[in-house]
């Protein structure tokens, strides 16, 4: 029975101990799931004396194997009950590790991805760098097994900048690709990054005869394409020996990842085009390679790092990311125009947002990938693209909306820099003159500078979630002696209470500065719960506990801007207990 465009159901039963047979429609991933079957349950498929199910402390009784097509038997053992699931699924692709855990500042170690991620991938794509990681470094023999264990296929990484010069020749590419470094001689399929659709013609070719060189039946290449939700394919003669030469690769099992990283304009319109194009980009392989139906990976990756020369793809203060994410997710689920296009879905870049982005993105994969559910998350959650809370949370019509109470003349007023959200958020995409006004707040001895807005339709008693990006305005001119890291400034609340165990704050650093002391951004996220249907949110330039008069920091310019409020995603029962003793 099919339910999504990514998930068929093959079983649906009560869990009893015994055997239960299933026919896997094609060869490819197969879910095995059972619910309240008691910690004593274990499953075995076919002749595997190990069993692929059992008790792991933080995890779910479930598992994914990648099968061959026709008849398995499960058998089930010390079962008290529940119910089994087995589902046929497309490969879940997760791009993201960490070599340690702390929330706080977007690192999620082991125990955080044994609780909220494992569960819910197939497949793990070894990072950039190996050597930089711990988890899913291809030497550590314990993550190999570990991940073995569950069933998960984990792949090598590759890539060349679309300028790299390497790129014009063939010998070159070939040497990227077999390089120790990224896995090949593991026998690991690899994940090609940096391609692009446009581009000169003898690069296209180049890297085709690179992989057809580079073939062998059990090495398949995931080629990533960082253009491909703005262009298409459109060049028979360029693109489709470029096409064919990856979807065949492992014996058939190529596929062409889309870097469908989700936008958030103010205009629900403007960036519900965007999944339009993803459709065009996949429509337009199989119309100069007519084989190549279910060949696209398409990869919600969040990346939302605030810094210059960085990749922060949520452009406006006005719109909730996590729905748009939603509404894509849901569309290449449900929409019948993607039936025959899906290869995966892929997801990561786990360390540019915060631990709530991370589980909703996993929620959804849950929910669409896993589940093969087809109503939304978000309208079932109450959630809008358009929050509303907040009113001019990127001050693009000066200071309306806020109560303005400066210390001194001038010492907290609106600014207007040109070209600051590319240049110095990483915001990419924005429209005008959106994310370039901030309120500069320079700090007096006698008494703070305060910003303060009433939001109102809160629930009592519910969590709400606060983002602001902040950053010190002398780093940003470059000033010598700025010290950006250092800063007195702090958000109070009146009407709801803060609770700092969920605060986050994550600098970007612009690593291509020649002094890397220089240019950090904090993109922060507080969580506070309403005490009424109208909360004050204050700003002001005092550290946390920090008396109205201060002799330290003086002339501090601290500036803000991209102010958001919405609805906090809570997760299952326990989540947000478990995870804050994860830290």
């Known amino acids: 029975k099919r339910l999504n465009n990514l998930v068929t159901e093959l079983v649906a039963a009560s869990a009893a101990d015994g055997d239960i047979a299933f026919e896997n429609p094609r060869e490819g991933w197969v879910f095995i799931g059972l619910t309240d079957a008691g910690d004593a349950a274990e499953v075995l498929l076919d002749d595997d004396a190990a069993p692929v199910i ?183 003669r360029v693109h489709a020996n470029e096409i064919s030469s990856i979807i065949n690769s492992g014996a058939g099992r190529g596929c062409i990842a889309l870097e469908a990283y989700p936008h958030a304009f103010a205009d629900k319109k403007e960036a519900d085009a965007q999944i339009d194009k993803f459709l065009e980009f996949a429509k337009s392989i199989e119309a100069i390679v007519p084989a190549a139906k279910n060949s696209v990976e398409y990869h919600f990756s969040y990346w939302l790092q605030p810094s210059q020369n960085g990749f922060n793809a949520w452009n406006s203060a006005d719109a909730d990311l996590r729905v748009l994410t939603d509404d894509m997710f849901r569309r290449v689920a449900v929409d019948p125009a993607f039936k025959d296009t899906v290869w995966g879905v892929g997801f990561g870049a786990f360390f540019t947002t915060d631990e709530e982005m991370v589980r909703w993105m996993m929620r959804l994969v ?11 998350v978000s309208e079932s959650l109450g959630y809008k693209y358009n929050p509303g809370y907040v009113r001019n949370g990127d001050l693009e019509t000066g200071m309306e909306g806020w109560d303005v109470d400066a210390a001194a003349p001038d010492s907290l007023k609106r600014i207007v820099i040109d070209r600051y959200a590319r240049r110095g958020q990483g915001r990419r995409y924005t429209k005008g003159d959106v994310g370039n006004a901030l309120a500069l707040f320079v700090r007096q001895s006698d008494r703070a500078n305060r910003m303060s807005q009433k939001i109102s339709g809160l629930v009592p008693g519910r969590r709400y979630a606060l983002i602001y990006i902040s950053q010190d305005y002398d780093q940003y001119l470059n000033t010598p002696g700025a010290q950006g890291k250092e800063y007195a400034f702090r958000v109070d609340f009146n009407g709801a209470t803060n ?82 003793k994860l830290r």
């Not at 669409?368 to 939304?376: F, H, I, L, Q």
């Not at 904090?522 to 700003?539: C, E, G, K, M, W």
Request: proline letters at 5%; aromatic letters at 12%.
């Open 499 to 580: 609770e700092p165990a969920l605060e986050t704050a994550c600098g970007g650093l612009d690593y291509k500065l020649k002094n890397p002391k220089h240019y950090y951004v904090y993109r922060h996220r507080l969580v506070f719960r309403a005490q009424s249907p109208d909360v004050t949110i204050t700003f002001l330039d005092r550290a946390p506990g920090e008396s109205e008069d201060v002799t330290t920091r003086l002339g501090q310019r601290r500036m803000i801007n991209f102010i958001h409020v919405h609805d906090y995603f809570e997760g299952d029962e326990r989540d947000v207990e478990d995870m804050l």
């Open 366 to 376: 849950r929910h669409y990938a896993v589940e093969g559910r087809t109503d939304s």
């Open 54 to 236: 059992r008790k792991r402390d933080g995890e779910p009784l479930q598992t994914m194997r990648h099968l061959l097509a026709g008849r398995h038997v499960l058998t089930l053992r010390g079962v008290r009950g529940g119910k089994l699931a087995v589902r046929a699924v497309k490969p879940l692709v997760c791009r993201s590790n960490d070599p340690y855990s702390d929330f706080r500042t977007h690192h999620y170690g082991e125990s955080f991805y044994r609780r909220f991620v494992f569960p819910w991938y197939n497949t793990v794509q070894n990072w950039m760098d190996p050597a930089s990681t711990v988890r899913f470094d291809p030497a550590n023999d314990a993550a190999v097994m570990s991940h073995a264990e569950r069933g998960m296929r984990i792949a090598g990484a590759a890539h060349l900048k679309p300028t790299d010069e390497r790129r014009g020749d063939v010998d070159e590419i070939v040497k990227v690709i077999r390089s120790e470094r990224w896995g090949w001689v593991s026998g690991r399929d690899i994940f090609f990054d940096e391609n692009c659709v446009l581009g000169n013609h003898d690069h296209h070719e180049n890297f085709a005869e690179a992989l057809w060189r580079s073939y062998t039946a059990a090495q398949a290449f995931y080629v990533c394409y960082a253009d491909g939700w703005r262009f298409p394919f459109l060049e028979p």
